[in-house]
């Protein structure tokens, strides 16, 4: 058994290998125990590949002895604890996830990384058109609200006087229990320093770029993000941002906005194609409900 087990770890199998058709290396019972279940065994004991064949025994054992209290607690008729179909209800749904999960990965390399190429016109094309964004960097400051009446709060406070720092660290500050005295602190919080296009979202690198060094911006919404209020205090030229300097990287970026909307739109097909029946909503969790809005 030890020589069998150390040719099926080699990879080399014999006709002489228990292992050799199916994988079996024993039955107890009639019911298989496999040189899977022996590598996993060997593996949540934490034993080496190459340990001897006295420790090989022991997995063994150990396989046997689980199988012999596993069939004894059917023929109890124990299966139809609620601990045990509790527990057995788990693992399938994570086999079941993982399933889905390796199934998604495969899909998605075939059906949706395989099929998006960009050409050398295309990223070229982009170059030519967002070219000033993309040969500037921008100074920015940026605050950032839930909701849209707070973000326009703000922009009242500066229409009415009051400077875009002042009013940063002032609501830096209030909502991030910041010492008001701890200006330093303070700024690294909403100064983003110079940014580059490739690091803005394009729906506000759109308003970045109509704006002029220290315009304050109307709200922009960004969905993740909430609303945000921007401050441009520089713009200025980078050097090196030529065509090939930055070919392979705008492809990069071209290529991920493909990737993304590509899955999207497979998703959107496959979804329009499925019965899909909603049976129930998960239960809420227990706890007080979250007091509504006026």
């Not at 006087?161 to 660290?169: N, P």
């Not at 330093?184 to 060094?213: F, S, T």
Request: proline content about 5%; glycine content about 6%.
């Amino acid at each position: 058994m030890g020589l069998a087990l150390a040719l099926a770890a080699c990879g080399k199998p014999t006709e002489s290998t228990a292992a050799k058709a199916d994988g079996v290396l024993m039955r107890v019972n009639d019911r298989p125990i496999t040189l899977f279940d022996f590598n996993l065994q060997q593996l949540n004991a934490g034993m080496p590949k190459d340990f001897s064949e006295e420790s090989q025994r022991q997995v063994l054992d150990a396989l046997v002895r689980a199988e012999l209290m596993y069939q004894k607690g059917l023929e109890l008729g124990l299966d139809q604890d609620p601990g045990y179909r509790n527990a057995v209800a788990l693992a399938e749904a994570k086999l079941a996830m993982v399933k889905r999960q390796e199934m998604q990965k495969r899909v998605y390399e075939r059906e949706i990384t395989q099929k998006v190429e960009i050409s050398d016109e295309q990223a070229k094309e982009y170059y030519e058109r967002h070219q000033t964004e993309i040969t500037h960097e921008y100074h920015l400051g940026s605050l950032q609200f839930p909701e849209e009446k707070e973000a326009l709060a703000v922009l009242e406070r500066i229409r009415n006087g009051e400077s875009f720092e002042q009013v940063a660290d002032s609501v830096t500050a209030e909502t991030r229990g910041i010492d008001p005295s701890d200006t330093e602190n303070l700024r690294r919080q909403w100064d983003l320093g110079h940014v580059r296009w490739r690091q803005i979202p394009e729906n506000i690198m759109a308003v970045i770029a109509k704006l002029k060094e220290g315009d304050v911006s109307e709200p922009i919404y960004h969905e993740g993000s909430g609303y945000i209020v921007l401050k441009l205090f520089e713009k200025r030229e980078v050097p090196e941002a030529d065509f090939p300097s930055l070919r392979a990287e705008i492809k990069e970026i071209l290529r991920n906005a493909a990737l993304k909307e590509r899955e999207e739109s497979y998703y959107q097909a496959l979804k329009a194609q499925a019965r899909i029946q909603q049976v129930a909503m998960p239960p809420q969790p227990a706890g007080p409900k979250p007091a509504a809005h006026p």
